[in-house]
């Protein structure tokens, strides 16, 4: 049977854009493609299935390729590893559920949590959210390594540390929309410090952000229609405004 790759993405759960991704990395390329639609069939669906296999065990995109390149890879074997990680990883999700079980009756005994703990937990939050919500497209993008080191570097996070990068964010977007309504010029004095902001502000949880990612963020706010929409809730402009005065400050 095949399958475009709309159906793929259906069938697989992988979405549009990473199969894109995979094959333009050589990963997971059509069996054909017609009219210039790529075309997948049953070779590149047992592909595809060792390819999330391995995304599941929190192997890189790269070694993945390397791995399924291989002329001495064996698909029976690597499906036997594969049962045999799950079936630890199967253990170590039995240890939690026991610790979370644990938690919730001593939360039906009444007994309060502390800040800290809310806190933790509401950290806990955040980053299952992004996971749910970027956490695919930005392991294709970025790699495991770079987004579980973000998350690593919010688990980090004072509450202190946490309040001041909010009030920087509702700065920032204070700012954006004085100088949008005022016709400023991104690349003049008030396009600068809101520029000097931001960078406060991506760094403000522990992250390090040089020009060059700092670029790539202000990017995305023009690129991704979600970091639009955030932007420009409340004044259409903010967006663009901010990613051009990072590209101006920067240089």
Same mark, same amino acid.
């Given at each position: 049977?095949?399958? !475009?790759?709309?159906?793929?993405?259906?069938?697989?759960?992988?979405? =549009?854009?990473?199969?894109?991704?995979?094959?333009?990395?050589?990963?997971?390329?059509?069996?054909?493609?017609?009219?210039g639609?790529? =075309?997948?069939g049953?070779?590149?669906?047992?592909?595809?299935?060792?390819?999330?296999?391995?995304?599941?065990?929190?192997?890189?995109?790269?070694?993945?390729? !390397?791995?399924?390149?291989?002329?001495?890879?064996?698909?029976?074997?690597?499906?036997?590893?594969?049962?045999?990680?799950?079936?630890?990883?199967?253990?170590?999700?039995?240890?939690?559920?026991?610790?979370?079980?644990?938690?919730?009756?001593?939360?039906?005994?009444?007994?309060?949590?502390?800040?800290?703990?809310?806190?933790?937990?509401?950290?806990?939050?955040?980053?299952?959210e992004?996971?749910?919500?970027?956490?695919?497209?930005?392991?294709?993008?970025?790699?495991?390594?770079?987004?579980?080191?973000?998350?690593?570097?919010?688990?980090?996070?004072?509450?202190?540390?946490?309040?001041?990068?909010?009030?920087?964010?509702?700065?920032?977007?204070?700012?954006?929309?004085?100088?949008?309504?005022?016709?400023?010029?991104?690349a003049?004095?008030?396009?600068?410090?809101?520029?000097?902001?931001?960078?406060?502000?991506?760094?403000? !949880?522990?992250?390090?952000?040089?020009?060059?990612?700092?670029?790539?963020?202000?990017?995305?706010? =023009?690129?991704?229609?979600?970091?639009?929409?955030?932007?420009?809730r409340?004044?259409?402009?903010?967006?663009?405004?901010?990613?051009?005065? =990072?590209?101006?400050?920067?240089?």
């Amino acid at each position: 049977m095949e399958y !475009t790759i709309r159906q793929l993405a259906d069938l697989s759960g992988v979405s =549009v854009r990473a199969l894109r991704w995979y094959d333009r990395l050589g990963l997971l390329c059509p069996g054909r493609r017609d009219n210039g639609y790529r =075309v997948y069939g049953g070779e590149e669906v047992d592909r595809l299935q060792q390819i999330l296999f391995y995304r599941a065990l929190g192997v890189e995109l790269a070694q993945i390729k !390397t791995i399924l390149d291989d002329p001495s890879f064996r698909p029976l074997a690597a499906l036997r590893g594969h049962l045999l990680a799950l079936e630890e990883e199967k253990e170590r999700i039995q240890r939690l559920i026991d610790s979370v079980r644990k938690t919730i009756r001593t939360q039906e005994r009444d007994e309060i949590m502390s800040d800290k703990e809310k806190f933790e937990a509401f950290k806990r939050q955040i980053i299952e959210e992004n996971e749910k919500t970027y956490g695919e497209e930005a392991r294709v993008k970025y790699g495991d390594k770079e987004v579980d080191g973000m998350y690593a570097r919010i688990q980090g996070v004072t509450q202190e540390q946490y309040a001041q990068w909010e009030r920087l964010g509702e700065e920032i977007l204070e700012r954006l929309s004085a100088a949008v309504d005022a016709g400023a010029d991104p690349a003049g004095e008030a396009g600068a410090e809101i520029a000097r902001l931001h960078h406060r502000w991506l760094n403000a !949880t522990g992250n390090s952000y040089d020009a060059q990612r700092h670029r790539g963020v202000a990017e995305l706010y =023009v690129q991704d229609e979600r970091f639009t929409a955030y932007y420009d809730r409340e004044r259409p402009g903010c967006a663009r405004f901010l990613r051009d005065a =990072v590209m101006a400050w920067i240089k």
